[in-house]
């Protein structure tokens, strides 16, 4: 008889079973990887494009240029490319982030003979219509001056600028610049970013050898390679200034960023400190939310987390909290990243949080679609599939000492750049 009133033993995920992409080059050369599985015919096709070299003068180019691609082409207006796209309930949108765009598209695989007409003529001709760029500056301009009422994203842009200073990772992009991005702008970098010879694609799903073959028509035999851009290379200029405050005066709450410049993926520590940061502030178990949320009250939520870009990395802790513990807060952060470099985790709460970020990665691998989000990781760090074996090895064998080492050399508070929007 089943003893319902005993909780089943944990167990330690041992090994996580990534579907790995099959590779293959289209007629021009452009890499395409697959993941076939799946029972629905339904597949997610990514082009993907590197960003090429960003030029202060022209801080909103490669965000504008991804953000309209759909707003008409030579042949098409926008309101036509999303009749057709309609028409076959299928989804196509874009992506943008600080190293790549992207243009998703989501469709049964019996419409893509007549979807992928379309996406050509897009990613081939796209006209950047005037008309449309003015609405798209103005409507720009009006979301930022929205968000800029808000402390949480206030701080997050100066906390970047305090990181990477005016570089692409830094910018602080003002209503003004909107004014000044034009159409010849936006086709100079469409010419230059978006050739084959600068995409890879991701097709996941229902990929069967038809799909793969409307692919090449389309996206190998119809689409010439032209130039390879200049890859961007970026210049990353710490800010002198690590401690930052912006005067709300009728704030209720405090936005806080507290972090600094960290490791990328591919550095040999960067497992064993996604470790670290889940103790401190990871999951809703963590140190912080445990001290700041549920014993002080001070918060409805506090987190850290590991970013990895292409050209650097950093880490941070963030929250909102009342206005009047602010200050309160900070020393509680203190304490808790002191706490770290003092004392090593126990073995229990250390086990707990192996079991956490395990679970949670098998539990992401939901679909062919989640499986293809992971091989995107891989592709903007430059890694291949023995990154996950190597991670998941290191996650289950960090121990304690390990990570109060890992602590000592990365998490010194008197090092980090502090960032307080609203009331100090």
């Avoid at 050898?209 to 119809?222: A, R, S, T």
């Amino acid at each position: 008889m089943i003893q319902r009133n005993l909780a089943p033993a944990f167990k330690q995920v041992e090994s996580i079973d990534i579907i790995r992409a099959h590779t293959i080059r289209l007629d021009n050369n452009v890499e395409l990887y697959t993941i076939n599985a799946g029972e629905q015919k339904l597949v997610k096709i990514e082009w993907i494009f590197d960003n090429t070299a960003w030029d202060r003068r022209h801080p909103l180019q490669a965000f504008a240029t991804c953000s309209m691609l759909l707003e008409g082409t030579s042949g098409m207006t926008a309101h036509e490319i999303a009749e057709k796209i309609d028409f076959y309930g299928a989804f196509l949108d874009t992506e943008f982030n600080y190293d790549y765009s992207s243009l998703v598209l989501y469709s049964l695989t019996k419409h893509l003979k007549y979807i992928f007409p379309i996406v050509h003529e897009v990613l081939t001709n796209a006209s950047f219509p005037d008309q449309e760029l003015k609405i798209f500056a103005k409507n720009q301009q009006q979301k930022l001056l929205v968000h800029m009422e808000r402390n949480e994203f206030v701080a997050r842009r100066e906390f970047q600028h305090s990181l990477f200073n005016d570089s692409v990772y830094g910018y602080r992009s003002s209503p003004e610049d909107y004014d000044h991005i034009s159409q010849d702008e936006l086709l100079a970098y469409f010419r230059s970013a978006y050739q084959a010879s600068n995409c890879r694609i991701i097709a996941s799903g229902k990929v069967d050898d038809e799909v793969v073959l409307l692919i090449n028509n389309y996206f190998g035999e119809k689409w010439n390679v032209g130039v390879k851009p200049r890859p961007a290379t970026y210049t990353i200029n710490e800010c002198t200034v690590k401690d930052i405050f912006v005067d709300v005066p009728d704030s209720l709450q405090s936005a806080i960023r507290i972090g600094g410049l960290a490791i990328k993926k591919d550095h040999v520590d960067y497992s064993g400190l996604q470790v670290l940061n889940t103790v401190l502030g990871g999951y809703f178990g963590s140190r912080l939310m445990a001290n700041i949320r549920e014993d002080k009250g001070y918060t409805y939520g506090i987190g850290s987390a590991l970013v990895s870009l292409r050209h650097s990395g950093y880490m941070f802790i963030a929250s909102e909290v009342k206005a009047e513990v602010c200050g309160d807060t900070l020393l509680e952060i203190e304490k808790e990243i002191n706490r770290l470099r003092a004392e090593p985790v126990s073995i229990e709460e250390l086990n707990l949080v192996k079991n956490f970020m395990l679970g949670s990665m098998l539990g992401s691998l939901e679909n062919a679609f989640s499986h293809a989000d992971k091989l995107k990781s891989l592709l903007f760090a430059g890694l291949d599939y023995s990154f996950y074996d190597q991670y998941i090895l290191r996650v289950r064998q960090m121990t304690s000492d390990e990570l109060q080492a890992l602590a000592i050399k990365y998490l010194d508070y008197s090092l980090l750049n502090k960032v307080i929007v609203g009331k100090q």
